[in-house]
């Protein structure tokens, strides 16, 4: 199977499953495992490992409206070094503290290759879901996308700018103050298109969007190639941890004055996920 079945083969299984994190009376829990091979290029910091690792669980966490609470990590690697393992760690409470959490530490092991698994808590009384959106409504997202993408393309030519670019910051501040307002959230870490499909799976409605409405990053236009390749990094390729939500047309106004720019990129509709009037494909981040 690939990741698309076996995650549907758990959501058959595990009712809890199948939102960015479970829900425990109002408590939400999420956890996320990254591999040196899949998740960190060559140039990554230790540093930026940690930060990226909890940084990834804390996004959840932020997906569903609520306040962060605590993270945890368990560190794999084939031999464990004061240096490496000390900025690891920095980069763990770096993170949590960027979002009024705590890092509360966590396990270590032996493995073949650098494997980091994390685990997020966070509280709230309404997380927001991401089955609640319907026609009529707006399709917005906050920040910007294709930075991912654009530090990929810097290791190897400028690691201290890829770094810089993969160290995200959770949108938790963000989602709580969306939270009052969204039929329906969640985080971009598959890229936009696959993001706005499983919106549209979950809440059984369609979206249409228009690609000049997606605020594309800055580091984007350093590292493209071409138009086509932009549109790739920005709507397709996925990590970069922004929110993807919808909103009565309403309350549009009221969730501009988030902590964070907020963009509409489109509408929700009955069925079918379209850009610019064409079919999107369900295309994103493989792990």
Known sequence: MDERAALSLVGGLVDAAGDDCAVVDDIVVTTDMLHETTDFPAGTTPYTAGWRSVGASLSDVAAMGVEAIAAVAVYGAP????????????GCLDVCEAVDA??????LDGHEEFTVATTALGRGDEPVFRSGATAGELLCVTGTFGRTGAA???????????????????RVAAGTALAPYASSMMDSS???????????????????????????????????????????????????????????REALDAVMAAPVPVSQVGRVTDTGVRMDGEPLADRGFTH
Request: aromatic share 12%.
């Open 79 to 90: 031999t464990f070094e004061p240096e490496p393992l000390r900025a690891f760690i920095e």
């Open 102 to 107: 705590d890092y509360v530490g966590g396990d």
């Open 152 to 170: 990929l393309r810097e290791f190897g030519e400028d690691d201290e700018r890829a770094n810089e670019l993969f160290r995200f910051e959770p």
């Open 190 to 248: 598959d890229g936009l298109a696959r993001s706005c499909h499983q919106l549209a799976s979950a809440s059984d409605c369609g979206f249409e969007l228009e690609f000049d409405a997606v605020p594309i990053d800055p580091s984007v236009e350093a590292v493209a190639r071409d138009a086509d390749d932009e549109r790739e990094l920005a709507v397709h390729f996925g990590e970069d941890f922004e929110l993807v939500f919808t909103i009565p």
